[in-house]
């Protein structure tokens, strides 16, 4: 299930992103600025001041903590070598409302594209947006975490030319870039930023 943005967040409908992705910098910022193109209810605006920000976007080897806020740490625990980056959300627990999330990128992997960096960071975006597998009640679905079945939210993609493509491909899907995004993506998306229900 995804969880939903505390509400002053939720009603401006935009996070601020704080930029620490050092060798993968210049593709969070055109990732950023492709994220905001998909017509999604919730817009990234970049923020040079840490403290600013709501998503705080690190290059890691896939090892290490990340202060959140209030004394609380993020923990990343990945493969840094794999085609998918790790987003912590940091949750108010009288409410259950994503108060700020750190996104860790897979520093290690090699041979990557552009292309192929920008999928990752902005199927991270959407972890970080509320689509965290996130229970309701401080449990994490550690499965499922709000991946699809197609497009840029599925759990696990391959290198397909220069881009990305499901590890699975409906027949006839061709890689991504063009970002593609399922339709239970954009539904709950809509579900905790808009109100809007999902069709079950
Ligand atoms: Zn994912």
Redesign the pocket.
């Known amino acids: 299930m995804p969880t939903p943005w505390f509400r002053r967040f939720r009603k401006a409908k935009q996070l601020a992103v704080h930029n620490l992705g050092e060798t993968w910098g210049p593709a969070v910022d055109s990732a950023l600025t492709k994220f905001n193109i998909l017509g999604f209810p919730v817009k990234l605006v970049s923020e040079k001041n840490k403290d600013a920000s709501q998503i705080v976007v690190k290059w890691s080897n896939g090892s290490e903590t990340y202060p959140y806020i209030d004394g609380a740490k993020a923990t990343a625990n990945f493969d840094a070598t794999k085609m998918?980056?790790q987003?912590s959300t940091l949750t108010d627990p009288k409410r259950w409302e994503i108060v700020f999330a750190v996104i860790f990128l897979p520093g290690k992997v090699t041979n990557i594209t552009t292309e192929q960096k920008e999928i990752i960071i902005i199927?991270?975006f959407?972890?970080a947006c509320g689509l965290d597998g996130g229970l309701g009640n401080g449990a994490w679905d550690k499965q499922g975490?709000?991946?699809d079945s197609v497009g840029i939210?599925v759990?696990n993609m391959k290198v397909d030319g220069k881009g990305l493509i499901e590890y699975m491909p409906e027949k006839n899907a061709k890689a991504m870039p063009p970002i593609r995004v399922g339709a239970r993506t954009i539904c709950k998306l809509k579900q905790i930023w808009t109100d809007e229900g999902c069709p079950d």
């Open positions: 998918h980056g987003t199927h991270e959407i972890h975490q709000d991946h939210m759990a």
